[in-house]
């Protein structure tokens, strides 16, 4: 699962892979819901700032939002609240996670896993807007779509065995058009 990545890189870096926008940077933590810096499919090159926990546009409240921070790419077309969702790229510079150090996950060690050279990259998502029926206002909202663990994360990720689909260069834009990717997975990795 994905619950916690940051992301430091400047907007002079997003405005050297063409994207325009002021990017939020931060260390985000999942359960606080909070605004993370995309690109959707029908804006492609301009930053959008979508709310973290996917609300789907016929939820009756934003209560599901704390259920729907991770999506699993093998049910994407399954599940009501992610197969009508469009696709978004989550920027990030890192992502963490925990390695149980025992069977019950009483011991843990924490990572930080980047690409090689700690370049920005996104993460494959999805989103949809809820329109809040008290208040009228549209609020945007995303989900991080996880796969089965590869390569150094299932050593990491040794509980779930999931990770994020991470994406660099054209896959972004193939993810946003519905194509099929093949990610990449030869992370650089660090205890914290």
Same mark, same amino acid.
């Given at each position: ?10 907007? =002079? ?6 994207? =325009? ?50 999506? @699993? ?88 065995? @999931? ?16 194509? =099929? ?12």
């Amino acid at each position: 699962m994905c619950f916690h990545f940051k992301q430091s890189k400047s907007k =002079k870096e997003f405005e050297a892979n063409g994207i =325009k926008g002021e990017p939020i940077n931060g260390v985000y933590n999942g359960f606080s819901h909070p605004k993370v810096s995309s690109i959707t499919d029908e804006n492609p090159n301009s930053l959008s700032d979508l709310q973290w926990g996917l609300i789907p546009s016929w939820a009756k409240s934003d209560d599901i939002k704390k259920y729907t921070l991770n999506a @699993r790419e093998e049910t994407l077309d399954e599940k009501p609240s992610f197969k009508d969702a469009k696709r978004c790229v989550i920027f990030s510079d890192g992502f963490y996670e925990w390695k149980w150090l025992d069977a019950k996950g009483k011991r843990k060690q924490k990572y930080l896993i980047e690409y090689p050279e700690s370049v920005l990259f996104g993460l494959a998502g999805l989103y949809d807007q809820w329109i809040n029926k008290k208040t009228g206002e549209i609020i945007k909202t995303c989900s991080i779509v996880t796969t089965s663990a590869e390569g150094i994360m299932k050593e990491i990720h040794n509980s779930k065995l @999931r990770m994020p689909v991470t994406l660099i260069d054209n896959q972004l834009s193939k993810w946003l058009n519905g194509e =099929k990717i093949k990610f990449f997975s030869d992370y650089k990795v660090s205890a914290c």
